[in-house]
């Protein structure tokens, strides 16, 4: 007995740790069921479940003539989760459901598309992937699939929507339309992303398998807020004629890079932009925004603010005389020359004002600002500042590079300043700071903020309209406006652009040509550009061209290079628009207007009215107003009208055909 009890006692002390631990182990279950199991059971719930954001579908950008210019386009990440399906419609479905998905992705073969999902099926993996980013379509292609039919949960297809920022016409002013992206923004989707991106939603997600996440229903928590679209100025026809007006200049004189900004004048609004600049392949495509935020001296273009300054001042007028001498004028050690100075001769001898501006003689506007100035810079630099020339444009589109004007006492202000800035060199501007200046001209001196954007939209319906903004009521008087346009319109007709004269539509403007690294002592890089507006009597655009770097044995002359794009650019809008009316319309014109007012009954003109004479009219005036008023017309060529049937003096019958050759 004494040793049965010694071997039960021995029991119950070997059992008496695992009675302990036993009771531990309870109280620990009952605290932790009672005490933390709440906070814990809210982890694990937190763990399993998540809360995700749902991207809001952001707005689009549209044209003036309402085309896309970018728009979001849903793409859709395809997922299985296998397990959800039922054995025997799995069993039953997979060999279909595998060539199918060959048609639609071919990249795996039937027999692997099965394999594959049988796999993972086997592995127990509730998050298959399937594809990437495809369309809508190949989405609902996939929902009619063998197995993918039977519904979300029965068939377990899962897919997710992210967008996808597209631009319908591709690279075509892409650095102005931009980006809204993490490594920055740029363009119209920079700076008006506020109203574009909407508001995002949420929605709930589920911890599967292999750390991955599964919508718990197709539904939102919270709907996601699409973004507003935005209107902008641009027009697609003008914004194609000068962007393919610019490539083809850049590829002919094989420059570095450039850029051509067409502005409506009266508003400011910016109908078209391109930047293009130079690969090592020798081909262009969008590289910066340069009209915005490349700053350069601008040369001669420049010469249009000095001689608004001299004006101004009344130190000159446009018949007083200045003397260019033999095109060379040496100032403190450096030379100012004309671009006909050779060999020690060159110049224009005595001119008037008005000529030497004309023919853009350094010479000459650098002897009239020097001469007066030399002894009070300030006042001439003043009068730059007063027209507000100094100031960023302040344009919404990011990266505007600031003017850059000395000033005497600037460590920068030498003696040669003062006349080196009088023909646009020590300063320096962005090309669309350079237009504004042009367009301030064109507008009767009233310099208005370049915009990009016409109104905000939501759901094709106007809340917010961007109206123009003033900058500077009047850059000058009436009286120097009309001498300066004459003057630019002159450098068309008889100066410096006088092979850009143009029988369709008058133009006014000033030439610019300029050494861009004239310190370096290197081998020469020059600038051509040209900034005016068109018609010259009449005002609706005004458009400037830069080309940088063009090959220097190519040409290299602002009037030779830029020039052209700019009368290339001009013609055809005024072709394209009917509703620009250039000044020289013939009074005949007038009176066939009258003639041809709405009337319900053609019938009343016939023996009464008569087809005037049209021959010499412009046929892109003529043209709309004929078929406005009904008339059957038949054109061939463009230009002016050169030959019309029937005859002048002809009744006027709705039922004949009016045949017109322009040329």
């Given at each position: 007995?004494?040793?049965?009890?010694?071997?039960?006692n021995?029991?119950?002390l070997?059992?008496?740790?695992?009675f302990?631990?036993?009771?531990?182990?309870?109280f620990?279950l009952?605290?932790?069921?009672?005490q933390?199991?709440?906070e814990?059971?809210?982890?694990?719930q937190r763990e399993?479940v998540?809360?995700v954001?749902?991207?809001?579908?952001?707005?689009?950008?549209?044209?003036?003539?309402a085309?896309?210019?970018?728009?979001t386009m849903?793409?859709?990440?395809?997922?299985?989760?296998?397990?959800?399906?039922?054995?025997?419609?799995f069993?039953?479905?997979?060999?279909?459901?595998?060539?199918?998905l060959?048609?639609?992705?071919p990249?795996?073969?039937?027999?692997?598309w099965?394999?594959?999902l049988k796999?993972?099926r086997?592995?127990k993996?509730?998050?298959?992937k399937?594809?990437?980013?495809?369309?809508?379509?190949?989405l609902?292609?996939?929902?009619?699939c063998?197995?993918?039919?039977?519904?979300k949960?029965?068939?377990g297809?899962i897919?997710?929507q992210?967008?996808?920022?597209?631009?319908p016409?591709g690279?075509?002013?892409?650095?102005?339309?931009?980006y809204d992206?993490?490594r920055?923004?740029?363009g119209i989707?920079?700076?008006?992303?506020?109203?574009?991106s909407g508001t995002n939603?949420k929605?709930?997600?589920?911890?599967?398998?292999?750390?991955?996440?599964?919508?718990?229903?197709?539904?939102?928590?919270?709907?996601?807020?699409?973004?507003l679209?935005v209107?902008?100025t641009?027009?697609?026809?003008?914004?194609?004629?000068?962007h393919h007006?610019?490539?083809?200049?850049?590829?002919?004189?094989?420059?570095?890079?450039?850029?051509?900004?067409?502005?409506?004048?009266?508003?400011?609004?910016?109908?078209a932009?391109?930047?293009l600049?130079?690969?090592?392949?020798?081909?262009?495509?969008?590289?910066?925004n340069y009209?915005?935020?490349e700053?350069?001296?601008?040369?001669?273009?420049?010469?249009?603010?000095?001689?608004?300054?001299?004006?101004e001042d009344?130190?000159?007028?446009?018949?007083?005389?200045?003397?260019?001498?033999?095109?060379?004028?040496?100032i403190y050690?450096?030379?100012v020359?004309d671009?006909?100075?050779k060999?020690?001769?060159?110049?224009y001898?005595?001119?008037?004002?008005?000529?030497?501006?004309?023919?853009?003689?350094?010479?000459?506007?650098v002897k009239?600002?020097?001469?007066?100035y030399?002894?009070?810079p300030?006042?001439?630099i003043d009068?730059l500042?007063?027209?507000?020339?100094?100031?960023?444009?302040?344009?919404?589109i990011?990266?505007?590079?600031?003017p850059s004007?000395?000033?005497p006492?600037?460590?920068?202000?030498?003696?040669?300043?003062?006349?080196?800035?009088?023909?646009?060199?020590q300063?320096?501007?962005?090309?669309l700071?350079i237009l504004?200046?042009?367009?301030s001209?064109a507008?009767?001196?009233k310099?208005i903020?370049?915009?990009?954007?016409?109104?905000?939209?939501?759901?094709?319906k106007?809340?917010e309209?961007?109206?123009?903004?003033?900058?500077?009521?009047?850059?000058?008087?009436?009286?120097t406006?009309?001498k300066?346009?004459?003057?630019?319109q002159g450098?068309?007709?008889?100066?410096?652009?006088?092979n850009?004269?143009?029988?369709?539509?008058?133009m006014?403007?000033?030439?610019?040509?300029?050494?861009?690294?004239?310190?370096?002592?290197m081998?020469?890089?020059?600038?051509?550009?040209?900034?005016?507006?068109?018609p010259?009597?009449?005002p609706k655009?005004?458009?400037i061209?830069?080309?940088?770097k063009?090959?220097?044995h190519?040409?290299?002359?602002?009037?030779?290079v830029?020039?052209p794009?700019?009368?290339?650019?001009?013609?055809?809008?005024?072709?394209?628009?009917?509703d620009?009316?250039d000044s020289k319309?013939?009074?005949?014109?007038?009176?066939?207007?009258?003639?041809?007012?709405?009337?319900?009954?053609?019938e009343?003109?016939?023996?009464?009215?008569?087809?005037p004479?049209?021959k010499?009219?412009?046929?892109?005036?003529?043209?709309?107003?004929?078929?406005?008023?009904?008339?059957?017309?038949?054109v061939e060529?463009?230009?002016?009208?050169?030959w019309?049937?029937?005859?002048?003096?002809s009744d006027l019958?709705?039922?004949?055909?009016?045949?017109?050759?322009?040329g």
């Amino acid at each position: 007995m004494k040793t049965d009890k010694s071997i039960l006692n021995r029991v119950y002390l070997a059992a008496l740790p695992f009675f302990v631990m036993a009771v531990l182990v309870l109280f620990k279950l009952f605290f932790i069921h009672f005490q933390e199991g709440p906070e814990l059971r809210s982890e694990t719930q937190r763990e399993a479940v998540r809360e995700v954001n749902i991207e809001a579908e952001r707005g689009n950008v549209y044209s003036s003539d309402a085309k896309l210019l970018a728009t979001t386009m849903p793409v859709y990440n395809i997922y299985m989760d296998p397990i959800t399906v039922k054995e025997k419609l799995f069993q039953d479905s997979i060999f279909k459901l595998s060539k199918q998905l060959n048609q639609i992705f071919p990249e795996r073969s039937s027999s692997q598309w099965e394999s594959y999902l049988k796999t993972k099926r086997d592995q127990k993996s509730r998050y298959v992937k399937l594809a990437e980013e495809i369309s809508f379509t190949e989405l609902q292609q996939l929902k009619n699939c063998a197995i993918f039919n039977q519904g979300k949960f029965a068939g377990g297809l899962i897919y997710e929507q992210k967008n996808y920022r597209k631009m319908p016409l591709g690279k075509i002013a892409e650095r102005t339309i931009g980006y809204d992206q993490t490594r920055g923004r740029t363009g119209i989707e920079g700076a008006f992303s506020n109203y574009l991106s909407g508001t995002n939603g949420k929605r709930l997600k589920q911890k599967v398998s292999n750390g991955n996440w599964k919508p718990i229903s197709d539904n939102y928590e919270i709907e996601p807020e699409d973004g507003l679209d935005v209107v902008t100025t641009l027009d697609t026809r003008m914004q194609d004629v000068v962007h393919h007006e610019l490539l083809k200049a850049l590829e002919k004189f094989e420059a570095d890079h450039g850029c051509a900004i067409l502005m409506e004048v009266e508003t400011g609004a910016i109908k078209a932009i391109s930047n293009l600049g130079r690969t090592e392949k020798g081909t262009y495509f969008e590289k910066r925004n340069y009209a915005v935020w490349e700053r350069t001296e601008p040369g001669s273009t420049f010469k249009l603010a000095s001689v608004i300054v001299a004006l101004e001042d009344g130190i000159a007028d446009t018949n007083t005389l200045v003397d260019t001498e033999n095109g060379l004028l040496t100032i403190y050690g450096k030379n100012v020359k004309d671009s006909n100075y050779k060999n020690g001769k060159g110049g224009y001898g005595k001119v008037s004002l008005k000529k030497a501006f004309e023919v853009s003689s350094n010479v000459g506007i650098v002897k009239l600002i020097y001469d007066n100035y030399k002894d009070r810079p300030e006042k001439y630099i003043d009068r730059l500042y007063t027209m507000g020339l100094h100031k960023k444009l302040g344009v919404s589109i990011q990266g505007e590079s600031a003017p850059s004007i000395p000033k005497p006492g600037d460590a920068r202000w030498s003696g040669i300043s003062l006349p080196w800035v009088a023909f646009g060199y020590q300063v320096s501007f962005t090309p669309l700071q350079i237009l504004s200046l042009y367009n301030s001209v064109a507008n009767d001196g009233k310099m208005i903020r370049p915009h990009f954007i016409q109104e905000i939209r939501k759901h094709g319906k106007t809340v917010e309209k961007i109206e123009p903004e003033v900058l500077n009521p009047a850059i000058c008087s009436k009286e120097t406006l009309g001498k300066v346009k004459a003057m630019m319109q002159g450098v068309v007709l008889q100066g410096t652009a006088t092979n850009i004269q143009s029988e369709l539509v008058s133009m006014a403007g000033k030439t610019g040509t300029c050494q861009q690294n004239y310190w370096k002592g290197m081998a020469p890089d020059y600038q051509a550009s040209f900034a005016g507006y068109f018609p010259a009597e009449n005002p609706k655009y005004s458009c400037i061209v830069v080309v940088n770097k063009p090959n220097y044995h190519r040409g290299y002359y602002g009037s030779a290079v830029a020039a052209p794009v700019f009368k290339a650019i001009a013609e055809s809008i005024y072709l394209s628009t009917p509703d620009i009316e250039d000044s020289k319309i013939d009074l005949k014109e007038t009176q066939f207007a009258e003639l041809t007012q709405t009337n319900e009954n053609y019938e009343g003109l016939s023996g009464k009215a008569k087809l005037p004479n049209l021959k010499g009219l412009n046929g892109s005036y003529i043209l709309p107003l004929l078929q406005n008023q009904g008339f059957k017309v038949k054109v061939e060529g463009i230009g002016k009208v050169k030959w019309q049937y029937p005859a002048a003096g002809s009744d006027l019958d709705p039922n004949v055909l009016i045949e017109l050759k322009l040329g």
